[in-house]
C-alpha cells in the first residue's frame, strides 16, 4: 500500500543551523502539507501547497521556513536558522483530493534544537 | 477561529467492550468536515472516519462509527468490539472550506486509549 515517508526520523541541531526535513509524497496526490506537534501540544498545521506554489500558510509558518517541490517528488520543509521553541515533532502529509480528502501521513520527523 | 476539544486526555477499555471518546467543536460555519484520526504508537496518524456535516446520517466504518450532533457541536467516536490493535492516540480534527486554498485540518489535542486484554 502506498504511503507517505519522512526523513530523517530523527534530527538534532544546534540552535541557528539550516535543516531540511524531507518528505515524499504518495506519488499521484496533488495536495501536499506540513504540520507539526510541539510535545504535549496539538497537532498545527504549518503549510499547504498545490501546483508548486503554497496555497496557504499560518502564522507559524514565517520567514525562517520555506518548502518546495524541487524533482516532482520530494517535498521539503526547511528552517533557515532553527530556534529553541521549533522543537518538535514534524509530520508531511499528502492527498488526492482538496475538499473533505483523507490526508495521509508521514511517521514524521522529531526535530530538536539544542 | 476555529477550536477542537477533547475532553478525555487518556481512557481505557477492556477488549470486546465499547468505549465512546468524546470531542466538540467550535465554528460558524454551515459546511464542514470533520475527521477522526488514529496515531497507533511509532506509527503515522491514519483515518478512521469522516463525517460531512451536511450529512444527517451518522458515518460508521466496521466497529467505529460517531455520534454527529450538529447543533451541539458533537462528534463522538464509539468503538465497539474493542480490540488490542485499537490501542493508540485517537485525535478529533475539524475541516472548513477555504477560497482557493488547500483545506487544512484543525486537531484536538487527542485521547489516548488503551485496550486492555
Known sequence: ?114 | AQTVTQSQPEMSVQEAETVTLSCTYDTSESNYYLFWYKQPPSRQMILVIRQEAYKQQNATENRFSVNFQKAAKSFSLKISDSQLGDTAMYFCAFMKPTQGGSEKLVFGKGTKLTVNP
Open chain 1, 1 to 114: 500500500e502506498p504511503e507517505v515517508t519522512q526523513t530523517p526520523s530523527h534530527q538534532v541541531t544546534q540552535m541557528g543551523q539550516e535543516v531540511i526535513l524531507r518528505c515524499v509524497p504518495i506519488s499521484n496526490h496533488l495536495y501536499f502539507y506540513w504540520y507539526r506537534q510541539i510535545l504535549g501540544q496539538k497537532v498545527e498545521f504549518l503549510v499547504s501547497f498545490y501546483n508548486n506554489e503554497i496555497s496557504e500558510k499560518s502564522e507559524i509558518f514565517d520567514d525562517q521556513f520555506s518548502v518546495e517541490r524541487p524533482d516532482g517528488s520530494n517535498f521539503t520543509l526547511k528552517i533557515r536558522s532553527t530556534k529553541l521553541e521549533d522543537s518538535a515533532m514534524y509530520f508531511c502529509a499528502s492527498s488526492e483530493r482538496r475538499w473533505g480528502g483523507e490526508l495521509f501521513f508521514g511517521e514524521g520527523s522529531r526535530l530538536t534544537v539544542l
